[in-house]
Structures are given as structure tokens and as C-alpha cells.
């Protein structure tokens, strides 16, 4: 089954997605399933991993009843407030549903040194005990602050988002690499093959030039730790759907056949217990 471990969904306001500048108009329109699953069917993905894209539960609380009544989507990284002394509680009330695979925080909008504070640790300490994801979003600068982090939660499942977003347009290679390679050692870190486009030059990208990248993750992970994604519709501004999926295609023809499954789907439903 080929999944798509990574995409978002929303109603558009400018208010809400103040992100999204000028320069991506494709994106401010609203993205719901109905558009999610005409991507889909064009390149036989059959199930999915909405990720939240806005820090609110009420978003969060939308994205689980949207799965609910979309059987493709199948499970859900939402967002809650992890340091705040009502998490449990939160956290409590959106277990109840069964689509609720992991959570994220924004990790690349905020300060260095934000995944050392002492009560986002103990909030992923209590996240720890329910056997929830956390998805890791930082750029490529942070990779050593995350990985002092997950260092702290051994028994935390992570799943990096974004291959950690290295500035690939500015040819940033040297550095990622030493320090993927780094937190890659840790077995209970998994890698998403996602975000890459939006990160390289919009307009002269290839898979050749992004190939790099490709290879360095599979290396540092291997496929039992890969999972493909397509950060739809963000990638809107960079590729298509069917062109990222196409870029992917193009990476993983020399794997094996089992290599191949465990990127495009087995990972995903693994980890995430689709």
C-alpha cells in the first residue's frame, strides 16, 4: 500500500495562514479531502497522514473529524500545547479518538534552545507513556538541539519531518549531513522524504540535484526508518503532486521490492499504527 505519510489540510484565511506570502498564491485557496483524493488517485496513493498546520486544538479536533468521515485519511498528527500544565488533560480528551497518531509543535518558528526547556520535556514524558508520535519540525541548524532532545526520551518514538529542511537551494550539505548522520543513530528516530522542493530553487530543481539528499537519508536511516510524504499542498508552490511522486519514483527503482514497500508505506503504518 503505498502511503502518503505527511500532507495538510485547511479552510484558507489570510488571519490564519499569514505564512503564506505573496510569492505563494497557488496555496491561498482552501485544500480539503475532496482535493486530497484527486491527487491520490492519480498515482495510487491509498492512505494518508494529515499533519497538523496551524498551532490550535481546535484545528486539531477538525483534522480528527475530517478523518473520521474519510476513511483514506488514517491517522492524524495534531497539535496541543505540550508545555502547559493542562496537557495531560488535552492530551486526554484527543486519545478518546482513535485517529490521533502523534503530535507537533512548530519547532522551527521558535528560539534556539526551545527543545531543552524543562516543561516541554515533561510534556513528552507524559506524551511518552500514551505510545504517541512526536513529529520533530526544525530546520537543519537545530539538528543538534534535537538530537540532545530525543537523547532525553529514549523510549519517545520521533519521526524527523522534512529530512530536517537543509537549505538546499544554497547548496547546505556538509554540515546537514554530519548531523543527520548523528541523529540517525538513535533507533527510535524515524525520517519523512518530504519537504525537499519547497527547499531547493523553486524553479530549477531535478530529482538529479536533490538526489544528494536522498541518498545521504536512506544511508542514514535505511528503509525501515524512510517513509514517503509529500507536504501537499505546500509542495503546490515547487512541483505537483504526481511530479514528486514521480522524483520518488526515480529514487527508490534500484531498492529492492521490500525496500521499496517499507518507504512508500510499511514504515508509515508502523510507526504511526495506521
Known amino acids: 500500500m503505498r502511503i502518503d505519510a505527511h500532507h495538510h489540510l485547511w479552510l484558507y484565511t489570510s488571519a490564519d495562514y499569514g505564512w503564506i506570502d505573496d510569492s505563494m498564491q497557488v496555496l491561498r485557496r482552501d485544500f480539503l479531502p475532496v482535493d486530497l483524493n484527486e491527487v491520490c488517485a492519480a498515482v495510487q496513493v491509498e492512505a494518508t497522514v494529515a499533519v497538523q498546520a496551524r498551532q490550535t486544538l481546535e484545528e486539531t479536533h477538525w483534522l480528527l473529524k475530517l478523518a473520521e468521515q474519510n476513511p483514506p485519511i488514517r491517522g492524524v498528527v495534531g497539535w496541543a500545547d505540550i508545555a502547559a500544565d493542562t496537557f495531560s488533560s488535552a492530551l486526554e480528551a484527543l486519545r478518546a479518538d482513535k485517529h490521533l497518531k502523534g503530535l507537533r509543535h512548530v519547532v522551527q518558528g521558535e528560539p534556539d534552545g526551545f527543545l531543552d526547556a524543562l516543561a516541554f520535556n515533561r510534556g513528552i514524558e507524559t506524551l511518552t507513556a500514551t505510545g504517541l508520535v512526536y513529529d520533530i ?126 518507504i512508500e508505506g510499511l514504515t508509515a503504518s508502523r510507526i504511526y499504527s495506521l
Open 137 to 262: 519540525l526544525i530546520f537543519a541548524r537545530q539538528l543538534e538541539e534535537a538530537t540532545r532532545f530525543v537523547d532525553r526520551h529514549p523510549a519517545q518514538s520521533f519521526v524527523l519531518d522534512h529530512i530536517a529542511k537543509p537549505a538546499i537551494a544554497a547548496g547546505e550539505i556538509d554540515n546537514w549531513t554530519k548531523n543527520i548522520r548523528e541523529l540517525a543513530r538513535r533507533p527510535n528516530v524515524a525520517c519523512k522524504l518530504s519537504g525537499m522542493v519547497t527547499e531547493a530553487d523553486w524553479h530549477s530543481w531535478s530529482p538529479t540535484s536533490l538526489q544528494p539528499y536522498f541518498d545521504i537519508v536512506l544511508e542514514a536511516f535505511g528503509p525501515s526508518r524512510l517513509m514517503a510524504g509529500s507536504d501537499w499542498p505546500v509542495l503546490n508552490v515547487a512541483s505537483s503532486y504526481i511530479q514528486w511522486w514521480q522524483t520518488l519514483d526515480t529514487w527508490l527503482a534500484p531498492l529492492s521490492i521490500d525496500e521499496r514497500a517499507q
